[in-house]
């Protein structure tokens, strides 16, 4: 059974800084693309970034580029996510999920993603 669970979501001030966890199980993590998403109450999952099987090559959306930093530790089957310079923007509820190959190929198709984790929540106040 696989099992993704998110971690590292809370309450910030703009400006701010927090780091995410996702750590899977009931998988061999090493050979899947890992990506995250972001999803507001009532509107769909908008991709932030994703990280291929080995770390090598990364993809960040317009809003996380230069702000945002994905990284991952296969030995831990973990992977995180380094958000600075927070903005209320960036406020919602934060998934990460696996990709079913090793590459990040249609990366921002959440329909391309097949374990979800149940999410963990980022709030930005001004």
């Known amino acids: 059974q696989v099992q993704v669970v998110e971690s590292g979501g809370g309450s910030v001030q703009a400006g701010g800084s927090l780091r995410l966890s996702c750590t899977v199980s009931?998988?061999?993590?090493?050979?899947?693309?890992m990506g995250w998403f972001r999803q507001a109450p009532g509107k769909g999952r908008e991709v932030v970034s994703c990280i291929n099987y080995r770390g090598a090559t990364i993809f960040y959306s317009d809003s996380a580029e230069g702000r945002f930093t994905v990284s991952r530790d296969n030995s831990k089957n973990t992977m995180y996510l380094q958000m600075n310079r927070l903005k209320p923007d960036d406020t919602d509820m934060y998934y990460c999920?696996?990709?079913?190959?090793?590459?990040?190929?249609?990366?921002?198709?959440?329909?391309?993603?097949?374990?979800w984790g149940q999410g963990t929540q980022v709030n930005v106040s001004s």
């Open positions: 009931g998988l061999r993590f090493d050979d899947h693309a």
């Open positions: 999920a696996a990709n079913p190959t090793a590459y990040c190929a249609d990366w921002e198709r959440p329909s391309d993603y097949e374990y």
